[in-house]
Every structure is written in structure tokens, then in C-alpha cells.
């Protein structure tokens, strides 16, 4: 810890509130099609100039956007993942982490852990409209982790093959596993109200003629006995307790084929809980979001998976975001 660091978490939010504005108005896109001046970005944005002006100043001292003669530019790469019509854009992931329910729970996290109790739980409420905003705007941002879970399916992608993808969100996961392996068949597994619009990210990716759609609770939907060769659960485990995430991997090694695998891609801490920061911070959002949610350790999980049967593989940690796949196969 240095100087600095107090005074900073003391106006951190500052930093996500320009960084919301400045996506809800589109502000790093309108400078990306040549509008370089305040009162013309502000004109693009429907704003007000003076107002957009100390927007930009600010999203300037912290290196997003550059101020030269009076004029704005964007850093390369805030160009990359801020604009709109970027194929990189990951902007849109702000309706998720600073949606109204994630900054209203942090907002309150000292009633929170004076209760232990968050001011919100959303998991198990599936007409919840944070979970439809979840699936359409977080179709982009998972895209590297969707890559390095494909990575890690050991499929032959000559070979037919059937994959489960459980509480699927945006479907993206199993979607590019699709485009990875032409021959194999995807169950998108979520509720309802979220596999609709799951379904239009397969169409947009060319994959829907190979994907099943199963809506329902991940821990009552109809699983074929040893039907899958591959298993994909992505940010899920958090949102329960151990016994929970005990449970469930059972009933997910009874749906894995012998010798196929489970693939959990998370936020995984370190065995101490006291280093790796993404983690440790997503364990908060989890206290102000769930009854019993928590991120967990590899230590933790292979508890569960060897407890259900399941070999453990390999802890992959993704390269960018902090999160891990944890690869699991069932003995053949």
C-alpha cells in the first residue's frame, strides 16, 4: 500500500460513474467517427457541452481518452473495447457491473455484513430482468473466456460429439465450442426468459440448426444419464453454498459420459484468499448479490469434483479478466 491508495478507494466510484456515463452517451464512439471537440461530441450525444467537457477532462487524467489544442482523441485501446462498432466492444458489460442492483449492493454492503443478508438476491428468481440484461450484454465480454474453454474440451472436431452448456446466459460458451468442432451438437440449458435471447446470439453466429434448447433450473431440468461428452459451466458455482455446488456436481458428473469431461470456467482465488484480487472482489459482489455465494478455491472445488467421482485435470488460468477453467474428466 502506497499514498495513494486510500485516497483512491475514497473516489473510485467517480471512475466507474465516468466510465458509465461515458458508454451510456457513446461518447468514446462519437469521438471514434471525428467528432473531436466538446460542444461536437456533446452535440452527437444529445448533451450538454460544458458538462461533456468535464466528462472528457476527467476520462483524460486517467488515460482513457487524450486532450491535445482542445481537441479529444481515444488510446488505442480504449478504441479497441470502448466503441461501438468495434468487433472487440465490451462496453456493453457495464450494464451488468454497473447496473442498479450490482451499485445499489455495494452501495449498501455495511448493512449487508452487519446481516450477513444482501439487500437484493437474484439468483433464485429466474423472471428477474438483471438476468436478461445479463444474457444480452454479455455476449462479447465472454468471448476470450468462451475460447479458452473451448481450448480445454479435448474433442475431436472430426468426430460427432454432444455438449452441455449450463446456465448458458448469452450462450457463448457453447457457441463457440460449435464453431470449434463442426460435428457437434450443443444443449443450451438456462430459463426461459434468458434463452431467448441466447437464441439470438446462435443465429448471429450460424450455429442455432445445432443447438437444443432446454429451459429450466440447472438443478431440475432433464439430464440424460451419461449422455455428454463435455460439460460447460461458466460463472455459476459462485452463486451457492458448498453443499450446493456439492450437489450439483454430482448430478453433473451423472450427465457427463466415462471419459468425457466438466469444464468450470470461474473466478478462482488463491488457496489463502488473500491475493488474487478479481476473485476476492467478485467474492463481494456475490455478499451483496446472494444468500450464499462466495468465490471458491481450487482446493475447494476439488473436493467436489473427486467427492463425485470426477479426475481433476488441470486449474487454467485465462490470460486477461482473472478468472480460471478448472478441468475435470470422468474416469472412462
Request: with cysteine.
Amino acid at each position: 500500500m502506497d499514498e495513494r491508495t486510500i485516497p483512491d478507494l475514497m473516489f473510485a466510484f467517480i471512475k466507474s460513474g465516468l466510465l458509465k456515463t461515458a458508454v451510456d452517451l457513446e461518447l468514446f464512439t462519437h469521438i471514434a467517427h471525428g467528432h473531436c471537440t466538446a460542444a461536437a461530441i456533446a452535440d452527437a450525444a444529445g448533451s450538454d457541452p460544458r458538462a461533456v467537457g468535464i466528462v472528457l477532462d476527467a476520462l483524460g487524467a486517467i488515460g482513457i481518452v487524450r486532450k491535445q489544442a482542445g481537441n479529444y482523441g481515444l488510446e488505442p485501446l480504449a478504441e479497441l473495447l470502448l466503441v461501438k462498432d468495434s468487433p472487440a466492444y465490451m462496453a456493453a458489460f457495464t450494464r451488468v457491473t454497473l447496473s442498479p442492483q450490482l451499485w445499489q449492493g455495494v452501495g449498501h454492503l455495511t448493512e449487508t455484513v452487519r446481516s450477513g443478508k444482501p439487500a437484493e438476491a437474484m439468483v433464485d428468481v429466474p423472471e428477474h430482468p438483471f438476468w436478461e440484461t445479463f444474457s444480452e450484454a454479455s455476449e462479447r465480454i465472454s468471448d476470450l473466456g468462451a475460447m479458452a474453454v473451448a481450448d480445454q474440451l479435448g474433442l475431436d472436431a472430426s468426430a460427432p460429439a454432444q455438449i452441455l452448456d449450463v446456465a448458458a446466459g448469452s450462450g457463448v460458451y457453447g457457441f463457440t465450442a460449435l464453431q470449434h468442432l463442426p460435428n457437434a451438437h450443443l444443449t443450451t440449458l438456462d430459463w426461459e426468459n434468458v434463452l431467448k435471447h441466447a437464441r439470438m446470439h446462435a443465429v448471429r453466429r450460424g450455429v442455432a440448426e445445432r443447438v437444443t434448447w432446454l429451459p429450466g433450473s440447472a438443478f431440475d431440468a432433464p439430464l440424460p444419464p451419461a449422455h455428454f461428452d463435455a460439460v460447460i459451466c461458466s460463472h455459476f458455482f459462485h452463486h451457492f453454498d458448498a453443499a450446493t455446488n456439492q450437489t450439483l456436481t454430482k448430478r453433473l458428473f451423472d450427465a457427463v459420459k466415462p471419459g468425457g469431461r466438466l469444464l468450470i470456467h470461474d473466478f478462482v482465488p488463491d488457496d489463502a484468499r488473500a491475493a488474487h484480487e478479481p476473485a476476492l472482489m467478485f467474492a463481494v459482489v456475490m455478499l451483496t448479490t446472494t444468500e450464499h455465494g462466495n468465490s471458491y478455491t481450487f482446493g475447494e472445488y476439488c473436493d467436489w469434483l473427486e467427492s463425485a467421482g470426477f479426475r481433476v485435470l488441470a486449474l487454467q488460468p485465462l490470460p486477461m479478466g482473472g478468472s480460471s477453467v478448472v478441468v475435470a474428466q470422468r474416469p472412462a
